[in-house]
């Protein structure tokens, strides 16, 4: 067993290396997130931001579902929401997810590669208000939503992990990412989360 199949112990006090972690998913992505989010401690020291593409026509119940499936407080993003730390910030269908340093701000702005929420819109957002001190995470889904997020993450200094091929159920988001050679680590899902964890706590490459 790596160290990254480990289940994460709770975290301790100290000053996190970075200050939010976007999450991207697609096609798959309930289980997908579940599994991550589920073996985050609850004293996750950073807040957390998820793009998963929904049916538009549909109340979303992602939130209720990953509430009982992690120690994290999830909730869907409302418009002016403060980010807090340990807390996990879900887009509502139809409305694209941009983050503000220390806030959200949602908008039904016009589709970006014909999804909305937009994995892209997200991240560059996230770049844009948090620079080197973003982590970027593109999980199993179709289409490439998100190949032009983490190449403004990398321009911005942050750094970009994506689920690898044998653990996502599609490839087409995570390996679109890795396409751009903007990717830092190619990961099973299980060993996510603990990557997540050494890279907000210390910093240091996993």
Do not use: C, W
Request: aromatic residues 4%; charged residues 20%; proline residues 6%.
């Amino acid at each position: 067993m790596s160290k990254y199949e480990e289940q994460p112990s709770a975290i301790t006090k100290t000053k996190a290396a970075f200050d939010i972690v976007a999450l991207a998913s697609s096609a798959g992505g309930l289980g997908a997130l579940s599994e991550v989010l589920s073996a985050l401690p609850e004293n996750f020291p950073v807040p957390i931001a998820v793009v998963q593409h929904l049916d538009p026509r549909h109340r979303s119940l992602m939130a209720k579902i990953l509430s009982g499936r992690t120690p994290l407080t999830v909730k869907e993003a409302e418009e002016g929401d403060r980010l807090s730390s340990g807390r996990v910030y879900i887009a509502p269908p139809d409305r694209h997810l941009l983050v503000n340093l220390g806030s959200i701000s949602l908008t039904q702005s016009e589709m970006v590669h014909f999804v909305r929420p937009s994995a892209d819109l997200l991240f560059e957002s996230v770049a844009a208000s948090y620079k080197d001190r973003a982590i970027a995470v593109v999980l199993t889904g179709s289409g490439s939503d998100g190949k032009m997020g983490v190449q403004a993450i990398k321009k911005m200094g942050g750094t970009v992990i994506a689920q690898n091929e044998a653990t996502s159920e599609f490839f087409g988001m995570p390996g679109a990412a890795i396409q751009t050679g903007n990717v830092d680590f190619i990961l099973p899902l299980r060993e996510i989360p603990a990557a997540l964890i050494t890279l907000v706590m210390t910093g240091e490459a996993i």
